[in-house]
């Protein structure tokens, strides 16, 4: 019996240079949530949850327009930018010590 593992796609970055990209535990973080592991999911990925506000709010968006929209998206972007960045650096530093 396959998983839903077994459909990842790899990360390139890691094949070709050895370690993780800034992406690297996102899709096993939806592959968690799926199965009802949340904590695991924030653990895997601390971005997740902001990446989903952000993509539900711009789904929203497309058909109903908001006051202050283009602020929203923007301060959306750059928590989840600094969320990604944080958590790599955090994750790089972490696994350097090990």
């Known amino acids: 019996m ?3 593992e077994d459909y990842m796609l790899p990360c390139l ?8 990209c800034l992406g690297c535990g996102l899709q096993r973080s939806i592959s968690l ?11 895997m990925y601390p971005a ?8 539900v ?13 283009e602020a929203i998206k923007k ?9 990604i960045i944080t958590s790599y650096f955090i994750k790089l530093s972490t696994t350097n010590l090990n």
Do not use: P
């Not at 949530?33 to 653990?43: V, Y």
């Not at 997740?48 to 993509?55: P, V």
């Not at 709010?57 to 929209?69: L, S």
């Not at 301060?75 to 969320?83: E, K, S």
């Open 2 to 4: 396959s998983s839903i």
């Open 13 to 20: 970055t890691k094949k070709l240079f050895g370690y993780d």
């Open 33 to 43: 949530i799926f199965n009802g592991e949340l904590i695991e999911a924030f653990k």
């Open 48 to 55: 997740i949850y902001t990446l989903i506000i952000l993509a």
């Open 57 to 69: 709010f711009i789904m929203v968006n497309i058909f109903r327009t908001f006051k202050h929209q």
């Open 75 to 83: 301060w959306l972007f750059i928590i989840n930018i600094v969320i």
